[in-house]
């Protein structure tokens, strides 16, 4: 059985083989080929990927990631689509799940959303509740640097705080859209903001949210 990962990973190979190196994506300063040498370098040197987390490691990340950028594109659509080497850790069905199912969507989005012809995916429940479940785990992680308070709802009425504070915003949409909202996509994500008005202003303009 597929799972949502697997089914991600694909969906973002075939993407970035179908738009080609120079395509514009989401992530201010890459394109469709920076983006993928990203996820292959997250996958294939834990050496250097580090610097995704840690400052000091920045500089050796972004070596390595200028090598696989300027590897043949196809090669890295290949790596993507043939996933980690076999002593990664990343080849654990369960891990693959909890670390890549949010990865691969948000990067599939982020070229997806990038063209000026996008229209919004079908995603399924199963799947809406999967994300959901992801963001409801981390999602106050990833509030750290918001600058107001934020609440997440579904349209189902659940909810989860991104960030406690005063005043508050209420963030509502489906989990898919409420996930590229709290990654830093607020322009792109089919959400409706309820609140303070100077807050959803610093919502709006703040340049990142998320981690």
């Not at 987390?53 to 290949?78: C, G, H, N, S, W």
């Not at 948000?106 to 963001?135: C, K, M």
């Not at 640097?145 to 934020?150: A, E």
Request: hydrophobic share 40%; with cysteine; aromatic share 6%.
């Amino acid at each position: 059985m597929s799972t949502h990962a697997k089914r991600e990973r694909l969906l973002l190979a075939d993407l970035l083989e179908a738009v080609g190196p120079d395509a514009p994506t989401l992530c201010e300063g890459w394109n469709a080929r920076d983006l993928a040498a990203h996820v292959v370098v997250r996958e294939r040197r834990p050496d250097a990927a580090g610097g995704l987390l840690v400052k000091q490691l920045a500089p050796r990340l972004e070596r390595v990631m200028t090598e696989f950028a300027d590897k043949p594109y196809e090669e890295l659509i290949r790596l993507i689509r043939t996933g980690p080497p076999r002593f990664s850790p990343f080849t654990l069905k369960q891990l693959d799940e909890a670390s890549n199912v949010v990865e691969f969507y948000v990067h599939t989005e982020d070229v997806r959303r990038a063209r000026p012809d996008w229209t919004p995916r079908e995603l399924d429940t199963v799947f809406q509740d999967a994300l959901w479940s992801r963001l409801d785990r981390t999602a106050r992680l990833m509030g750290r640097g918001v600058p107001t308070g934020v609440v997440l709802r579904r349209p189902n009425g659940q909810t989860t705080v991104l960030n406690k504070a005063t005043p508050v915003v209420t963030v509502t949409g489906e989990p898919s859209e409420l996930l590229l909202f709290a990654f830093g996509r607020q322009g792109v994500a089919d959400v409706e903001l309820d609140g303070d008005k100077d807050a959803i202003t610093k919502l709006h303009e703040a340049k990142q949210l998320g981690i």
